[in-house]
Each structure stands twice: as structure tokens, then as C-alpha cells.
């Protein structure tokens, strides 16, 4: 777990991590289906907990934020405020097509947008709602990257480089009428 | 339950307020003034047996603002009381001391529409952010939201 | 006092939605409320402006997860009878096999959440356990778990196989049998008695004063039901009863919804059994007269209404939602007078709130005292460590 040069507290620590996330639920103005559907996944029917994860209330103490609801104007400052207060590394899974680009709701006048316009996401799971299924997927693909991170050390390895345009085509923002 | 009221009833009761008219088998509904609108309702709620408050409808149909008020009791008829109050001056005294539920109603309306209650004990904003600018009341027909933002999520093109 | 021993489970979110309370006692004792609801207003009245009749029940079907069939069946309704049309009877039952399934699961789903905030986790657990067979049904039927995008105006989208009837029919029993255990649960366990019996008392006159809804209103004897008095789909033709309880506290709530869950599952039975043949939609039209209708259904957590009004467009022109939490705050203001700290999160959770139209009570005192801000997990745990110690003493 890490690079084989990390002390043995710091290799402890991030198989602790990887083995057993602890999760936090944030709802920013969602219809609460979603929500639903995460204390699901901890009933005995899914029964995350059995694999280590374990849904904290505060997010202090949290590995991953789930977020759910388009982000309403009200809880825009508030998802900011929680997001920092958590502790590195910190990983944020955005819940279904309103966590995406706020859904249905998209454009409403109370409504900010996805989740990517307030804080930045590492998993996006789609569904109206994702199914305790889709969900565990998505935790556990946030657990890859998290190995995946702790290995290359950061989080440098995930952006990708800028594409240029080929040669004869334009760039055009969307919306934008071309010239 | 006891059974529906007739028209012939409510009209007696409630006529010199206004129009009366049965809209459907159990709905009847009373156009009135504002100023004699608590008076209206203090009728239905003692002659008629009108206990509950269903829902105070606020709308703006373009020239004014509608309120209708829609009363129910144990004989089953909604009989909806409904008033226009002019744009330029949205103001109206409150119902909540004859009807409590309205409370809660009459500041919805209030961060909504902008129809002001004179009276009511806490006309405080409820519904929308505390950062929401003043004086913008969403649910007029004359409002728009931030340029370029189609508020209903339909595309542009398909309108 | 003997001592009850609970399997306390890990710390649960439950339902964590942006609530929170500021407290100002005299002691242990609230003397009064204020509220705030504005952390999940999207501004969907006005949306369903600019949208069609076929656009807006998805936007509608998401005003809340829990009651979803609800808001769009109120609608559709609405727009039905604006629109003079005759939905098919197959149609109508079929509306009434999901309404009254969403009605199992919000009740098995809040019954869990009670549970869960006085401690007994594990009926939390053993309810979502079984809410799972509902939402198995209700994914076969409709194709989605909750949301689901069954109502259209004119009638309903998908059909039941003969073969998905008994199937259904087949699971009945065995959930039959676990409500009737929870009615045993509720009434024998020690802990549950404690923290809900003689809590938040609403009496009948207070229940009608201040416009409560619901089994929050039927559990003070208030006997409104809209599924008797103002009957849409299949509700007049189906035999069932209306479950009412004189106590009007949040044991008598529990006791309600405990009964309208039995009812419930009478209904889908006889539905499933007397399903009529025929077409399940009629074609609408595009455009709907001018008109304006105010719509009721009872939804789980109480009486929804839908005002609307049509001017010969293919939208709406004025969408005025009232949900049943909203009608029930009052009430909890008025319940939630001097009684303890310890008690707030049982009652505010008796009336079932639907967290997507609610957020946030500060309360206050007329003579402002020292204050606390505490959220809903902090003050779940002070009712339950407060409970503790006054069971032991």
C-alpha cells in the first residue's frame, strides 16, 4: 500500500484507509431518493458495512463525501464549508443526474448546478436514483483511485493534457454560434 | 362525514359577499372583495362547519394577483373563496388569527409573490435563501431569471 | 426498572437532510419555535410553467423521492378532469397498486427512522430489510425503484403480466407477517413505549386549529381522509377503512400508520385479484381547456394538494403545490411546548417530514435564554443518552 519507502505507520494507515472509507451524506436540496438509497446500501439487504464502510455524520471524520441534490443557492456556501472541513486525502462521489449537472432541475432559478460547480468530484454515478448496486460500484471505484493515488503519491497522474485542436477545426465554447 | 352541502345552503350563508357558484359536484366556489374577505371566512368556518384550511392558491394572472382560499369540513365540499388584489398595490390584512394554518401560508406567498399581509405576527422571508436579493419575487409572471438561463429547462430551440 | 438491553448499531446518518436547530430552554423545557424552509426550494412551481404535460411529470415525480407517485398522480388527476377525459379502469387500479405500494414503503421507512432515533436499531434494520420486498415489486411493475415513471396524463405507461400478478400476489403473505410482528414490536417493547407514549400530545381541537394532515391528524381522532372523502382512481371501489386513533401522540401515530399499512396491503391484494382487462391509456390531447381545478390526494404523510390552472396552452399557468409537511409544522410547534430536549427528534419525526419541503426550526424562548445550536444527529443522541440515564434512576 503506497510506495514501499513510506514508513510502516503511513503504509498502516493507507491500507486502513483503502479497507475501510468512511463515508459522509450531504444533501444539497435533493428529493431525498437518493439519500434513500445510500442508507440502503447499509441495510442488511446491500450491507456495506460488512466490507468496512461506515456512514459518519460528521465529516471531519469522513474519507468520502457523497453528495446528493442539484446544489440549491442556500447550500451552495454550506457544501463549500464541509467539503474544507474534511481531512486529506478526501474524495468526493456526486450523486446521481442532478449531482451530474443538477438534473432535472437544471437551470432553476434557486438551483446552482452539479456538484463540479461548487467543489471537484472524483466519481460521478448516474441513476435518478443509482441503485445501492451502482453505488457500492461507485464506491469502490473511488477506492481504486485512492490506491491508485496513494501509489503515484498525489493526484497529478489524473489530469490530462491538454488537447489541441486538429488542424482546420475550431474550438467553440457551447452555445456559441460559429462565425 | 356528513353530507355534501347544497348550493341553496352556502348561498345563503355566504352570498352577500359575492358570486356563488358550484363548479363541480363538491366544489363550490364564493368571489368576494378583499375588504370583506374575514368576514367571508369567519362565516364558513362557523355557519358552514368549515374546520380546515386546505391551501391559501396565490397566483398572478398577468393584470392582478388571485388568492383563493379553500375551506373544507366533515360534509366534505371545498367551497373556495376567491379574491384580486391590484398589482401596484399588493396588501392585504392576514387570516391567521382566524385561521392559524395560515400563518405559514401567507409567508410563502409573501417571499413569492410579494403580496405584502399587514397584521401577520412574523411576515419573514421562509422559502427562499437568506442571500436572495430583495424585492425579487420569483413567481410573477414579470420576473426573469439571470439572462441567458432557460429557468425551465426546456431547450431553446424546442420552444 | 429492569433495564432493556438494545443492540445499538453504528451511528447511522438516517435521513440526514440539512436540518438544524437552535435551542434556547429553560432547563430541560422548550417554550417556543421558529422556522426556516429553504434548503431544498428549487423553484419547481415555476418551472412546471415552461413545461409541457408530458414534460413536467418527470419534474414533478422528483419534488420528493418518498412520495413521487403522489405529486404526479395529483397532477395527472387534476389535468384529467380539466381536460374531460375517462381513463380506462385498468388504468385506475393499476395507479392504485403503486400508489398504495409507495404507501407501504414511506411507512416501513419511517417506521425504521423512529426506530432508529430512540435507538432500537435493530427494527430499523429489520423494516428496511423488509421494505425491500415493496421495492422489489414496485422495480418489476414500474422499472425503477422510487421515481418511478408510471403516471402519464391519460393513464399509465407500463402494463402487469399475468405472470408478475401471482408473482406479487405470491410475496404478500410473508410481508403480511412481518407488519404483524411489528404491531407486537411496538406495542410490547419497552423502550419504543417509553419514548413515544404521552410525547408530543396534539388534541383533536388542536389537530383541527392548526390544519394537520395525515396520520399525524387521524391519530387525534381527526377523521379526514381524501382517499374516502374527495376518492380519485380506484379508491371507491376498493373496500378498506380508515385507521384512526384517539391517543394523538407519537404512539398513537405509529399505532395509525402501523393499521394503514395493514389496509394497504388489503388494497393491493384485492387490486391484484379484481384487475379489470382492458386498455391502460387513453390518448390526451395536447392542449388543455382553459380551467382551473384544485387536486387532493392523500398522499403517505398526509393530504397534497395541487392548484392549477390551464389557459388553453400546452402548459400550465399557475402550479400551486401544498405538501402535507407544511401543513403539519404548525403542530409541531405547538407539540413541541414544554417538552423536553430529549424528546424533539421523536416528535418531529411523528409527523413524518418529508425532508424535501423542510430544513431547519430554531427555537426560541419569549424570554431569551441562553441558546444552543445542536444539529440532528447531536440532538438524536441527547434523547438517547437522556432516556437512558431516566430509565436507569
Given at each position: ?96 443526474a ?41 464506491v ?13 503519491g498525489g493526484?497529478e ?8 485542436p ?14 | ?9 352556502v348561498?345563503?350563508?355566504?352570498e ?15 368571489k368576494?372583495i ?22 391559501i392558491?396565490?397566483?398572478d ?48 406567498i ?30 410573477r409572471?414579470?420576473w ?16 | ?51 409541457d404535460?408530458i ?12 412520495c ?15 381536460m ?65 415513471g ?11 403480466k ?61 377523521d ?96 400551486d ?13 405547538v ?59
Open positions: 500500500m503506497g510506495k514501499i519507502t513510506d514508513s510502516l505507520s503511513r503504509r498502516l494507515a493507507n491500507w486502513a484507509r483503502v479497507n475501510s472509507p468512511w463515508i459522509s451524506v450531504f444533501n444539497t436540496g435533493s428529493c431525498n431518493a437518493c439519500d434513500i438509497e445510500v442508507i440502503a446500501t447499509l441495510m442488511p439487504r446491500f450491507d456495506v458495512e460488512r466490507f468496512g464502510i461506515l456512514a459518519k455524520g460528521s465529516p471531519r471524520h469522513a474519507d468520502i463525501l457523497i453528495v446528493t441534490g442539484p446544489v440549491t443557492m442556500k447550500q451552495e456556501s454550506r457544501l463549500k464549508r464541509i467539503w474544507e472541513q474534511m481531512p486529506e486525502p478526501k474524495y468526493v462521489i456526486a450523486m446521481g442532478c449531482g451530474a449537472s443538477g438534473g432535472v432541475f437544471q437551470g432553476l432559478y434557486h438551483v446552482v448546478g452539479g456538484v463540479e460547480s461548487v467543489i471537484p468530484v472524483d466519481v460521478f454515478v448516474a441513476g435518478c436514483p443509482p441503485r445501492p448496486d451502482e453505488i457500492i460500484n461507485a469502490v471505484a473511488c477506492l481504486k483511485l485512492m490506491k491508485e493515488d496513494l501509489a503515484q493526484r497522474w489524473r489530469q490530462k493534457p491538454v488537447q489541441s486538429m488542424p482546420g477545426t475550431t474550438t467553440r465554447e457551447p452555445g456559441e454560434v460559429p462565425a | 362525514m356528513t353530507g355534501l352541502l347544497g348550493l341553496e345552503e348561498k345563503s350563508a355566504l352577500r359577499f359575492g358570486t356563488v357558484e358550484q363548479v363541480r359536484s363538491n366544489r363550490i366556489k364564493v368576494t378583499p375588504e370583506k374577505i374575514h368576514e367571508a371566512l369567519f362565516r364558513a368556518q362557523t355557519l358552514l362547519a368549515c374546520d380546515h384550511l386546505i391551501q392558491s396565490a397566483l394572472n398577468g393584470q392582478s394577483f388571485e388568492l383563493i382560499y379553500h375551506l373544507t369540513g366533515p360534509h366534505g365540499t371545498v367551497i373556495a373563496i376567491a379574491i384580486e388584489l391590484p398589482r401596484d398595490r399588493p396588501e392585504m390584512p392576514t387570516t391567521s388569527d382566524i385561521l392559524p394554518p395560515a400563518g405559514i401560508y401567507e409567508r410563502q409573501y417571499d413569492l409573490l410579494g403580496i405584502v399581509f399587514t397584521g401577520h405576527p412574523n411576515l419573514k422571508r421562509i422559502i427562499l435563501s437568506e442571500d436572495w436579493p430583495e424585492n425579487e419575487f420569483p413567481l409572471k414579470d426573469k431569471p439571470r439572462p441567458k438561463t432557460p429557468y425551465g429547462g426546456v431547450r431553446q430551440e424546442e420552444r | 426498572m429492569p433495564e432493556v438491553v438494545l443492540p445499538i448499531g453504528p451511528q447511522h446518518p438516517a435521513l440526514k437532510e440539512p436540518v438544524n436547530f437552535k435551542v434556547i430552554v429553560d432547563g430541560e423545557t422548550i417554550v417556543g419555535l421558529e422556522l426556516d424552509v429553504s434548503y431544498t426550494h428549487r423553484g419547481i412551481e415555476k418551472a412546471a410553467e415552461q413545461r404535460f414534460r413536467v411529470i418527470p419534474l414533478l415525480e422528483r419534488v420528493c423521492g418518498i413521487s407517485h403522489a405529486h404526479a398522480q395529483a397532477f395527472c388527476t387534476g389535468i384529467e378532469e380539466i374531460h377525459l375517462e381513463v380506462p379502469p385498468r388504468a385506475q387500479y393499476l395507479r392504485t397498486i403503486v400508489a398504495e405500494l409507495e404507501r407501504m414503503h414511506s411507512h416501513i421507512l419511517w417506521l425504521g427512522v423512529a426506530a432508529h432515533v430512540v435507538g432500537f436499531n435493530t427494527l430499523f434494520m429489520w423494516t428496511w430489510r423488509d421494505r425491500e420486498t415493496t421495492q422489489d415489486i414496485l422495480e418489476e411493475m414500474t422499472g425503477n425503484r422510487m421515481n418511478y408510471m403516471n402519464e396524463v391519460g393513464g399509465v405507461r407500463r402494463d402487469l399475468p405472470g408478475q400478478i401471482s408473482s406479487i400476489l405470491s410475496r404478500l403473505p410473508k410481508l403480511e407477517e412481518q407488519i404483524g410482528k411489528y404491531v407486537g414490536m411496538v406495542r410490547g417493547e419497552e423502550t419504543m413505549l417509553l419514548r413515544f407514549r404521552g410525547i408530543g400530545k396534539l388534541s383533536k381541537a388542536e389537530a383541527l386549529k392548526y390544519g394537520t394532515v395525515g396520520p399525524t391528524a387521524r391519530a387525534s381522532g381527526v379526514y381522509d381524501i382517499r374516502r372523502d374527495d376518492p380519485s382512481i380506484a379508491y371507491a371501489e376498493v373496500p378498506w377503512k380508515v385507521v384512526t386513533d384517539t391517543s394523538g401522540d407519537v404512539y398513537g401515530r405509529t399505532l395509525v400508520r402501523i393499521g394503514e399499512l395493514q389496509e394497504s396491503l388489503g388494497i393491493i391484494r384485492y387490486c391484484l385479484e379484481h384487475l379489470p382487462e382492458g386498455k391502460i391509456g387513453i390518448p390526451a390531447p395536447k392542449v388543455a381547456p382553459r380551467g382551473e381545478i384544485l387536486s387532493r390526494y392523500e398522499a403517505p404523510r398526509g393530504e397534497l394538494v395541487h392548484f392549477i390552472r390551464t389557459n388553453d396552452t400546452d402548459r400550465v399557468e399557475r402550479l403545490i401544498r405538501t402535507p409537511t407544511l401543513a403539519n409544522w404548525t403542530s409541531v410547534t407539540s413541541l411546548v414544554n417538552q423536553n430536549i430529549a424528546d424533539i427528534p421523536v416528535i418531529v419525526a411523528a409527523i413524518d417530514p418529508c425532508l424535501s419541503c423542510t430544513s431547519r426550526i430554531t427555537i426560541l424562548s419569549e424570554r431569551g435564554r441562553r441558546t444552543a445550536e445542536m444539529t440532528w444527529a447531536q440532538l438524536v443522541d441527547h434523547g438517547q443518552r437522556f432516556y437512558r440515564k431516566w430509565g436507569r434512576s
